[in-house]
C-alpha cells in the first residue's frame, strides 16, 4: 500500500470535521433548543400553579400543590395588562426594551391566550405566554404576559463556538502529527518487509542452487559423488539453519517465542561457543583469545537461545578476521558486557546502523539474519546490543542485566 501516511490523515480529519459539525450542531441548535424547552415547562408549571391557587378560593377541599418550579422558573417576567394605560405596564414609554418587543406581538394578536409563543430579535430570545396573574392589588384576575429571555445563556453557549475552534484545531495538528509519524513507520515497515521476503527467497535460492547442480553433476556423472555429496550436506545444513532462523524471527515477531529462563554463568555459555565454532577457527587458521574474570558472572537467560545469539556474534567475527579474534566478559554492578572485536578491518560507516536489519544489503553483500536474530535474542533478555569499529577491526559489545 502506497500513500498510507496520506491516508491515515485523510481518515483523521474526516473524523475531526464530523466530529466538529455534531458538536457545532449540539451547540447552536440542541442546546438551544433544550434551553426553549426548559423555559416553556417553566411557565406551563407557573400557569398550573396559578390555576391550583384559582381552583383553591373557589373550592376549600381543593389543595394547592407545593412551588417547587423549573430550571427557568426564578426567570420569568410579568407584564400585567389592564384597560387602562395609564395605570399599566402596557404602556410603551415606561416598559423596557425587552417588555416593548413583547408587547408588540400582543397587540399584533400573535399572543393567544395559554399558548407559549417565542420570539427572537435583536433584545432577547423570548418564550412567552398569556395569562391570568391572581397575584393582584385588589384581588382580580390581570391579564398577563408571562415571559422568560433566554438569550444571555443562547449567547454564552454559542460563545464556546471560539473555544471549540481552538480545541478542534488543536486537536486536528496533532493528531496529524502522530498519523503522518504512524503513517510513515507503516510504511517503513511495509518496505522492510518487501526487502526482507525478496532477499530471502535469494538466500534460499542459493543453497538450493548449489544443491540442484551437484545433484544434476551425479546424475550426469561429471563430477566426483563423494565431493559433491559433502557439497549437498554442507548446503542442506546451511539450509536448515536458515530456515530455522526464519521460524525464530517469525514466531518473535508474532510473540510467541517464549523464554525459559535460568541462572547461569555467562562463561560457561561463552565456552560452549568457543568449543562450537572450533571448526570455523580451525579452518580460518586463527586465534581466539579470551578475558574472563576468575569469579562467576550470573545472568538470568534461556540458555539456548542466548547462546545461539553469542555464537551468531561470535561467527561473524571470525568470518570477517584475519588472523584473531578477542572474547571478553566483565561485570559491575548492575551490568553485564561482552565484548567481541576482531582485526578483519572492520564495517563501513554507512553500514553500521543497519547491521542489525535483517537481510540487509551492504558495501560487501548481504549480512544474513544471524546478527539480526542475535538482536532480537538480546532484546528479549531485557539487554542491548550495539556494533562499531575500532583500530584493528569491529567491535561488538552485549549488555545483559546481572542476576542477584
Not at 429571555?149 to 481552538?166: E, K
Not at 571448526?279 to 586465534?287: D, G, L, S, V, Y
Not at 554507512?350 to 538482536?375: C, M
Amino acid at each position: 500500500m502506497k500513500h498510507i501516511k496520506f491516508r491515515i490523515l485523510a481518515i483523521i480529519w474526516s473524523a475531526i470535521f464530523l466530529l466538529f459539525v455534531a458538536f457545532c450542531v449540539i451547540l447552536n441548535v440542541t442546546l438551544p433548543a433544550h434551553f426553549e424547552k426548559e423555559a416553556a415547562d417553566a411557565l406551563t408549571y407557573e400557569m398550573q400553579y396559578m390555576d391550583s391557587l384559582r381552583q383553591m378560593d373557589t373550592d376549600e377541599t381543593a389543595e394547592v400543590q407545593e412551588y417547587t418550579g423549573t430550571f427557568f422558573s426564578g426567570d420569568i417576567c410579568f407584564i400585567d395588562l389592564t384597560e387602562d394605560p395609564a395605570d399599566s405596564a402596557y404602556s410603551k414609554y415606561n416598559a423596557q426594551s425587552t417588555d416593548r418587543d413583547v408587547l408588540s406581538v400582543y397587540e399584533a394578536g400573535g399572543l393567544p391566550f395559554g399558548q407559549i409563543q417565542t420570539l427572537k430579535t435583536e433584545n432577547g430570545y423570548f418564550v412567552m405566554v398569556l395569562y391570568e396573574d391572581i397575584f393582584s392589588w385588589d384581588g382580580e384576575l390581570v391579564p398577563t404576559i408571562m415571559y422568560i429571555n433566554i438569550q444571555p445563556i443562547v449567547q454564552y453557549t454559542r460563545s464556546l463556538n471560539w473555544l471549540l475552534y481552538a480545541i478542534f484545531l488543536c486537536v486536528a495538528v496533532i493528531m496529524s502529527a502522530i498519523g503522518f509519524r504512524l503513517g510513515g513507520k507503516i510504511e517503513e515497515s511495509q518496505e522492510t518487509q518487501r526487502r526482507f521476503f525478496q532477499n530471502t527467497s535469494h538466500e534460499l535460492k542459493s543453497p538450493l542452487m548449489a544443491i540442484q547442480g551437484y545433484a544434476e553433476g551425479i546424475q550426469t556423472g561429471v563430477v566426483d559423488p563423494i565431493h559433491s555429496a559433502e557439497v549437498i550436506m554442507q548446503e542442506s545444513d546451511r539450509l536448515t539453519r536458515m530456515v530455522e532462523e526464519l521460524l525464530y524471527i517469525s514466531k518473535i515477531d508474532v510473540h510467541q517465542r517464549v523464554l525459559h529462563i535460568t541462572v547461569l554463568d555467562v562463561r560457561e555459555l561463552l565456552y560452549d561457543c568457543l568449543r562450537s565454532a572450533e571448526p570455523i577457527q580451525n579452518k580460518k587458521q586463527c586465534t581466539v583469545s579470551t578475558d574472563f574474570p576468575e569469579s562467576p558472572v550470573r545472568v538470568r537467560c534461556d540458555e539456548d537461545q542466548l547462546t545461539r545469539a553469542f555464537m551468531n556474534v561470535l561467527i561473524n567475527g571470525l568470518r570477517h578476521c584475519r588472523q584473531a579474534v578477542w572474547l571478553s566478559c566483565k561485570a559491575d554492578r548492575h551490568t553485564i558486557t561482552v565484548t567481541i572485536r576482531d582485526d578483519g578491518g572492520g564495517m563501513d560507516e554507512a553500514d553500521i546502523p543497519h547491521i542489525f536489519d535483517r537481510f540487509y544489503s551492504g558495501k560487501n553483500g548481504n549480512t544474513g539474519i544471524g546478527l539480526a536474530l542475535a538482536s532480537d535474542i538480546i532484546r528479549l533478555h531485557k539487554g542491548t546490543i550495539t556494533a562499531g569499529n575500532d583500530e584493528q577491526g569491529a567491535v561488538f559489545e552485549i549488555r545483559l542485566p546481572l542476576a542477584p
